[in-house]
């Protein structure tokens, strides 16, 4: 369902995510990047950490990532597409969650709504660090 959504995106892809390793869903991302939509995540600090993990593979296609690393954990599961839809849930953005997990998704319509979530992923990005790359001695993120 999600991998749908994101191919049927014009225009924007907001993401917040805590954890995001779905090889489906990151193709997706990358593919809709490709294709001229802007694709923007906010992930979580664990996310930045390894050498070819999450931040790195989206980072590499082209797409800006930030580690929202002032809170102990950035736990958001959500995208925004279009400023229409809301994707949200308890769903990580894993195989896990697809494949072992009770989960549930929700994937909601609503441009008022959308706005809402949308303020809300502006202020987690403004107070996030810009990823730019893993050095072997660690993740290395600029202001």
């Known amino acids: 369902m999600i991998v749908s959504e994101i191919a049927g995106a014009k225009r924007e892809i907001l993401v917040q995510a805590y954890q995001l390793t779905s090889t489906a869903i990151l193709r997706a991302l990358r593919d809709a990047h490709a294709h001229g939509v802007d694709v923007e995540a906010i992930l979580d600090r664990t996310m930045a950490r390894k050498r070819y993990g999450t931040a790195e593979y989206l980072r590499l296609a082209g797409m800006p990532v930030w580690i929202d690393s002032e809170v102990a954990i950035a736990h958001n599961k959500l995208m925004i597409i279009d400023g229409i839809m809301v994707i949200t849930g308890s769903f990580n953005l894993t195989k896990a969650a ?46």
């Open 98 to 143: 697809q494949d072992r997990n009770a989960e549930n998704l929700l994937v909601l319509e609503d441009p008022a709504l959308a706005a809402k979530y949308r303020a809300n992923w502006e202020r987690r990005r403004a107070a996030s660090a810009r990823y730019a790359s893993v050095l072997p001695e660690g993740p290395a993120v600029q202001e």
